[in-house]
């Protein structure tokens, strides 16, 4: 990669001492090749297309003393300008191809290791990007809260079974175990760069953090909070309060916005809590 960014820098200096007449039909051609490297992703296509293209010049420039190096030169950065956004594409999609390969094993894991959270995972994603839409956030943004909800309760599959499984309130011996999920989670996603680069370790880590820094696991509060993980953790408490969990039945909606009005400020953002009653409210989110 390196490599191509120095031949291709190495190219233009010695361009330069083309004629602007050349100049002109060479930077139209650049242009080309660079919107052709978005579709011929392989380097031998790329080669022909700018092979011709060359072919071309040769035939439109006219020159009482034609010489062969500029447009072997011509043809090498035409070459390159394509080649190298290929290559960025190509190493981008590569990323993400195995991005999605990885969270789609993790997923498959937790449905075998516990439906419940499975299923859990997946809504509060939904939840969580159609929030995110509401509120006007970008495309990445949007894309980076879905797949936070979809991860955020991953490090649950470090929890024991008769834990995480248990038909039954949870001790507080076993509430403080449980309490951990979020490290587990940190720590088996904190090595993928392209988690990192959508920062869904923070969603994994800080999705139990409160507003008011009475969270955990490192107890923040109000904007120390990414914005993102603050709306997953009203997603997330939207969902467990609206699904039958194997200790307890599914809350009704008026005591879901009871509990969003009380916690208002304290354990959940202002701004995300009001947007949630309004979509419960409204009846325009999508379950």
């Not at 195995?98 to 449905?111: D, F, R, S």
């Not at 979809?150 to 039954?168: M, N, S």
Request: hydrophobic share 45%; aromatic share 10%.
């Amino acid at each position: 990669m390196k490599v191509a960014l120095w031949i291709a820098v190495a190219l233009l200096f010695s361009l330069t001492f083309l004629s602007k007449a050349s100049w002109m039909i060479l930077l139209e051609e650049v242009l080309m090749m660079l919107a052709l490297g978005f579709v011929f992703r392989r380097w031998y296509g790329l080669a022909i297309i700018s092979l011709l293209l060359t072919t071309m010049n040769v035939e439109m420039i006219n020159s009482d003393s034609f010489s062969l190096t500029p447009h072997i030169l011509s043809w090498a950065l035409l070459f390159f300008s394509g080649y190298v956004v290929a290559l960025l594409i190509n190493i981008s999609l590569l990323a993400r191809n195995q991005m999605i390969e990885q969270i789609e094993t993790l997923l498959h894991t937790m449905y075998l290791k516990d439906t419940y959270t499975f299923e859990h995972l997946h809504k509060v994603a939904n939840y969580a990007r159609q929030m995110a839409k509401q509120l006007k956030l970008g495309r990445k943004q949007c894309r980076s809260v879905y797949l936070g909800g979809l991860l955020h309760d991953i490090g649950k599959l470090g929890i024991p079974d008769h834990i995480l499984q248990k038909p039954a309130k949870l001790t507080k011996e076993e509430y403080a175990i449980m309490k951990e999920h979020p490290h587990y989670g940190y720590e088996l996603l904190k090595h993928s760069k392209p988690l990192q680069k959508e920062n869904i370790l923070d969603m994994v880590l800080l999705h139990h953090e409160r507003f008011d820094g009475s969270g955990y696991p490192m107890k923040l509060k109000q904007n120390q909070i990414p914005f993102l993980t603050r709306i997953i953790s009203v997603a997330d408490a939207f969902d467990s309060m609206t699904s039958r969990r194997r200790y307890k039945d599914k809350n009704d909606i008026t005591y879901v916005l009871n509990e969003f009005n009380d916690k208002r400020g304290t354990q959940f953002d202002p701004e995300v809590t009001d947007l949630m009653i309004k979509m419960i409210e409204n009846q325009c989110l999508q379950t």
